[in-house]
């Protein structure tokens, strides 16, 4: 059996863009990942489907596994020869109990490797306008746990003993015991004027930056009611951000959106949207997975160069045909001289990432649109022409062509079915802290929200959503669910469809 290795990877403090490249290798490599909370669900979806997910965080009702039970299980898949990712919030030799999984690998005998990752108050200080050091001014940096072991009977932090001037102190897990972690700091004769920072949830969409000073932050951290995880930066520095903050500024951040998409995939929308500073909540509301009707692979791959178009309608279809296509063929010229026809550009994307040119796209991303423009090429009367689609393919697009005299075939080369959302973090968060907006881009995104909507039931207190809809087609299907349009995009596009959103919810508009 080959041996297993354990890495200890730092995952950053949230915002996914800031895994390091080693760790997005790893994570999409290993065999089992042991993840804590706060770790996000698009650091998560980087792991391949046959990874096994060992969650060791907080349970519901605040139980945590112990840490003698996480070693023992990093030693046991290292020794059923795994490559194993015990991947940790920040970096895993800060206050994350690295060192301690560390030594216990060493005295077992298990090889292991040490990623770091972005620590809190590195980000913290980042993403609020907080340089830890400055030239002329502050030139020491103190990270500090406000929270030590409750089973310890003294304190190992001598807070007299910290730097009181030309410093920063971050006060990791201190949210809890903040008034007494100022207490002390006052009494260890720290400038009662000096400034602090407290950065909650920091580099993520949903940051929020409470700035104050020492002896009034225990009050003003009340009234903003200040949760964890937050970090709390003490000194000059602290008040840098009324300067040069510059993640506050964009126009969607603090908003939180809720985007359909299918499971395991990354959304166009998403980013455009955190791009924007927003927190977005990807809701796997589908799972699409590959199913190519395999009497119909044989009649299509047969005959394949005598058709005329082949029209995809999205991104996976193109995926699932080709995969399907280079199973049977291994030259792309077997493909033969057909013209290739795609409902948006995210499938005309897809389709260049198999090198060949797409050579009409509709003005509007949908079937109608899509088939009209088809027709007017006039090249449609007595033309074979081959949709490749997905079970829930509307019927539209064929009927369309067949009016304009064309034989049509149809190819299913995927399947959707509808997601489990009850373990779904994204549902989760949905449940209890409600969102911003819920932004709809397909009929078939619509009609999955509403078969599980018992399954996304808001929770007393929830932010009640509105609804954007990506365009008339979507609209339509939301009313006739019964479920109101609040705000619609000008053109069926995603450039659109950001630019309401930003014009509705965006810092500008209030
Ligand atoms: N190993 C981690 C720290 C784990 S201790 C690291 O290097 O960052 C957990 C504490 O980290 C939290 O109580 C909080 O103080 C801080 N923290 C983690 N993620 C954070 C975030 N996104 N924003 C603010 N503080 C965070």
């Known amino acids: 059996m080959p041996e297993g290795i354990v890495r200890l990877v730092g995952a950053g403090p949230g915002n996914p863009g800031l895994l390091t490249i080693r760790a997005k290798e790893l994570l999409e490599s290993c065999h089992a990942l042991v993840f804590d909370s706060l770790i996000h669900p698009a650091v998560l979806a980087l792991v391949s489907p046959d990874c096994e997910l060992i969650y060791v965080g907080k349970k519901s009702g605040g139980l945590t596994v112990h840490q003698e039970t996480i070693q023992r299980t990093l030693v046991e898949k290292a020794k059923e020869g795994k490559e194993v990712v015990r991947l940790k919030g920040g970096d895993p030799f800060v206050f994350g109990r690295g060192g301690e999984e560390a030594l216990f690998l060493r005295e077992n005998g298990i090889a292991f490797e040490v990623v770091p990752g972005v620590t809190a108050a590195s980000g913290a200080a980042a993403f609020s306008g907080t340089p830890l050091t400055q030239r002329k001014s502050n030139s020491t940096v103190v990270f500090v746990t406000g929270h030590e072991d409750p089973e310890k009977d003294t304190s190992m932090v001598d807070w007299k003993q910290l730097p009181k001037e030309n410093s920063s102190l971050c006060i990791y897990m201190g949210v809890g015991n903040l008034s007494r972690i100022i207490g002390e700091l006052l009494e260890a004769d720290f400038d009662p004027n000096t400034p602090v920072v407290c950065v909650e949830w920091a580099t993520l969409g949903r940051q929020r930056v409470c700035r104050s000073r020492l002896n009034m932050v225990v009050d003003d951290a009340k009234g903003f009611c200040l949760n964890s995880p937050a970090v709390i930066m003490v000194g000059g520095n602290a008040t840098m951000g009324e300067k040069i903050s510059w993640f506050e500024d964009q126009p969607l951040q603090g908003r939180r959106f809720v985007v359909t998409r299918s499971k395991g995939q990354a959304s166009e929308l998403s980013e455009m949207l955190e791009r924007q500073g927003a927190e977005v909540l990807g809701l796997p509301l589908i799972s699409i997975s590959k199913h190519v009707d395999e009497e119909t692979r044989t009649d299509v791959f047969a005959e394949i160069a005598s058709y005329d178009w082949i029209v995809f309608s999205s991104p996976n279809g193109v995926r699932y045909f080709f995969d399907a296509f280079f199973e049977t063929f291994d030259d792309i010229r077997s493909l033969g001289f057909l013209r290739i026809a795609a409902v948006g550009k995210a499938t005309a994307s897809e389709i260049k990432k198999y090198y060949v040119t797409t050579d009409l796209i509709p003005k509007e991303a ?32 064929r009927s369309k062509l067949e009016e304009a005299r064309a034989i049509v075939d149809r190819f299913e080369v995927y399947r959707t079915e509808p997601a489990n959302l009850s373990d779904d973090p994204a549902a989760k968060e949905l449940r209890s802290q409600g969102a911003d907006a819920i932004i709809f881009t397909s009929s078939s995104g619509v009609k999955s929200f509403v078969d599980q909507a018992k399954d996304l039931a808001l929770e007393e207190g929830a932010n009640r959503p509105k609804t954007v809809s990506i365009g008339p087609i979507t609209s339509a299907t939301m009313s006739k669910s019964g479920m109101p349009t609040d705000f619609e995009a000008k053109e069926a596009s995603l450039d659109s469809l950001v630019e309401v959103i930003k014009q509705e919810f965006g810092k500008a508009s209030q």
């Open 366 to 397: 949908n079937a109608e649109s899509l088939a009209e423009a088809l027709v007017e090429t006039e090249s449609l009367d007595s033309s074979k022409v081959l949709i490749v689609t997905g079970n829930l393919g509307r019927d539209v697009l």
